[in-house]
């Protein structure tokens, strides 16, 4: 079932559990995340940046094929533009049929960061196409940005930021960062101010850089209120190690074999991280009927 994101995001967040957001390029990727889905009965979000859309995962290409994937499943499946700072990007993506884009200007201040979203919510909401904000402002690992606190979500902004930007769902920067953290390093989060935003504002909370932050952050985080977590870094360090060990153990392996054999691979990787954080058995389904809530 091919959705935005909003339905999903508003089932996990009244049912205090997430859905994964998982980064795609390419067919494969983007069969092991629907596929995965099904197998779990959970609803699922895929991801494409727009470093990645212009590098190889070309919006004309990955999103036909995600839609007709998706709507031959009985789960919902989103496909989502992951940090989209130009119009034109975002415009791109809403042409070439996605269901759902983030708008990211949180590198801007208040007001500004409102009114871009803002344009974003009048074109996207025309077309029954959500839209994912962000406050505060998630960053680099290597840099060390989830533990500036400058950088974390301001609480008391929070609410007029959902009121007045009409967004669907907030991604929130309470101690995370993108891409991989220093060796040995466990990120720290903030969960009191995670659950005061939790408290604060009614629509769905995002997690960025989840790669990376553990077990232990990541059911916690769920448990205080995030219901949508984005994974990139995890899956494809996970799918490059799957692959160097085929090659390892098979050096004669053939080229399709092999794709087969990452796929698979991770599979298990995100139907692990579905029942984490909880997505697994929401919905019950048949094929082509759409879904039912349990």
């Known amino acids: 079932m091919y959705v935005s994101m909003k339905d999903m995001l508003l089932h996990a967040h009244d049912n205090n559990y997430a859905v994964m957001a998982i980064n795609v390029v390419n067919m494969e990727q983007v069969k092991a995340c629907i596929e995965s889905a099904e197998e779990e009965k959970s609803a699922v979000i895929l991801n494409v940046s727009p470093r ?36 034109e990007d975002i415009t791109k993506a809403i042409q070439c049929g996605y269901s759902s884009v983030m708008v990211d200007a949180s590198s801007y201040e208040f007001e500004e960061n409102i009114r871009r979203v803002r344009a974003v919510v009048s074109l996207a909401h025309a077309k029954g196409i ?27 902004q929070a609410r007029e930021f959902v009121e007045r930007s009409g967004c669907d769902c907030l991604a929130v920067a309470v101690g995370t960062a993108h891409g991989s953290y220093p060796k040995d390093r466990i990120p720290k989060l903030d969960f009191d ?17 989840g790669s990376g932050a553990g077990e232990e952050n990541i059911t916690r985080a769920v448990a205080c209120g995030i219901n949508k977590i984005n994974v990139c870094t995890d899956l494809m360090n996970h799918a490059k190690t799957s692959l160097l060990r085929a090659l390892e153990e098979e050096p ?5 074999e092999l794709n087969e054999r990452v796929e698979e691979s991770m599979k298990d990787f995100i139907k692990a991280y ?7 058995n929401r919905y019950t389904f048949e094929k082509h009927t759409g879904p039912e809530f349990d």
């Open 252 to 256: 004669g392996i053939q080229y399709m």
């Open 52 to 87: 990645q859309m212009k590098a190889h995962a070309y919006p004309y290409i990955i999103a036909p094929m995600v839609k007709n994937l998706a709507e031959s499943a009985g789960v919902p499946i989103a496909l989502n533009v992951d940090h989209g700072v130009n119009m």
């Open 274 to 280: 579905m029942r984490l954080i909880g997505s697994n």
């Open 130 to 156: 959500s839209v994912e904000a962000e406050l505060g402002h998630v960053g680099v690992a290597a840099d060390a940005d989830g533990e500036n606190t400058d950088y974390y979500t301001n609480v008391a």
């Open 193 to 209: 101010r995670l659950k005061e935003l939790r408290k604060t504002i009614n629509v769905p909370l995002v997690l960025h850089g």
